[in-house]
């Protein structure tokens, strides 16, 4: 099964891939639901978040620094999206719908374009993680 992709702003895409940590972000907030499950890669969009107080939160919650650069512009890991939630009491959860994501893991970065929404891979990208051996 080819995983879809799923853009997120760092250092929140580092939140949800950093290895090892006691507490991982876990849930993905979006304004829009999904219907989607299943494995899906995490994309690093190039406009990261750059205020104290999000780095301070997070740092808070997963309990390390957070590296200096972060990846931009690829591929930087993956989980499984199991349930979309509307409620919840999680420090993680923000917003209208939170995407819950288990066994996220960092992968070796891949450059390639962001989308919104939940996408597809095209061809050359299958054929890049494929070679990295990030899916099969």
Known sequence: MIPRIISVRQPWAWAITVPPAKVRKTIENRSWST???GPILIHAGLQPRRQPEI???IEFLVEKPIPDPLPLGGIVGRANLVEVITKSKDPW???KFGF???GAKPVPFVPCKGRLGIYYPDADLIKELRKKRIIS
């Open 35 to 37: 219907n989607y499950r």
């Open 55 to 57: 780095r301070e939160f």
């Open 93 to 95: 959860f923000q917003g």
């Open 100 to 102: 819950v994501l288990e």
